[in-house]
């Protein structure tokens, strides 16, 4: 690993790292850490930390590249030039997608909820289309004197037509395409959310029957093993596809009352 990779990494996150500061009675926020702030922080000399900035300084050790890379929450293997991005949740990405780090971390930090629905949206039929479509637009060349129009079966016609209609087309096609995709989404998630339920009030009903009536308890757990098993293909993120018969069967009157 080359002494500079480290000295220009280490220099770049110093500038982003946040300093707290308190004058006149006033605490702010500001991004003014410099070499000496590190060296406390570290319990290391000025002249020290210096020589990591240098292309042909020193190194720290092991244990103390490890701190930094905690105190600047990076991983060390960005710090040592082994990956571009600061976090090997982020280089997974990347590598995957080609997309940038900036991109990597915001779908790194999506929630549940967030991270469904981009998936439903890539994964649609139209995305694709929708994506190029984009595209195109966004690329427009002033020099495209025509559009071509989708007349369905791989057959093209071409419509000669202004630069200013040109675009005003393409953006109805965008948002057109946006649109029925949103659509899709949404009437899949309603008619999802009636068939889960649809599911539960049949099935837990049903367990809580078996149990009220003290059936054979192998009996009872296979009718949790099979509610659990549809539920999974429809939500598999539903809590009640992680529960244990013991719990399922102490918690029925409770797990009943909580259906929607």
């Not at 990591?52 to 020193?58: E, R, V």
């Not at 940038?100 to 949206?121: H, N, P």
Request: aromatic share 10%; proline share 2%.
């Amino acid at each position: 690993m080359e002494k500079s990779i480290f000295a220009t990494h280490l220099k770049e996150i110093m500038k982003t790292k946040d300093k707290i500061e308190t004058r006149n009675g006033k605490t702010k926020i500001v991004k003014k850490y410099t070499q000496t702030d590190l060296a406390n922080d570290l319990g290391y000399s000025v002249d020290t930390v210096k020589s990591w900035t240098k292309s042909n300084g020193t190194l720290p050790k092991l244990e103390t590249l490890k701190t930094i890379a905690e105190l600047f929450n990076v991983d060390t293997a960005y710090l040592l030039g082994e990956q571009p991005c600061k976090h090997h949740e982020e280089q997974t990405i990347c590598d995957v997608t080609m997309l940038s780090e900036e991109s990597a971390t915001v779908l790194r930090y999506l929630d549940i909820d967030s991270s469904d629905i981009l998936s439903e949206f890539i994964t649609h039929p139209q995305f694709e289309y929708l994506l190029s479509t984009m595209i195109h637009f966004i690329r427009f060349s002033q020099n495209e004197s025509f559009v071509s129009y989708d007349k369905g079966m791989d057959e093209f016609e071409h419509i000669d037509m202004d630069i200013t209609t040109q675009k005003a087309l393409k953006k109805y096609v965008i948002t057109d395409t946006f649109s029925k995709i949103l659509d899709d989404l949404f009437e899949y998630h309603n008619d999802l959310e009636f068939e889960i339920i649809k599911l539960k009030d049949l099935e837990i009903d049903s367990i809580w029957y078996a149990i009220e009536q003290q059936d054979d308890i192998s009996f009872i757990e296979s009718l949790i093993d099979e509610f659990q098993t549809k539920l999974k293909k429809l939500s598999p993120k539903d809590p009640l596809c992680t529960y244990s018969h013991q719990y399922f069967i102490e918690n029925i009157e409770t797990i009943a009352k909580q259906r929607p």
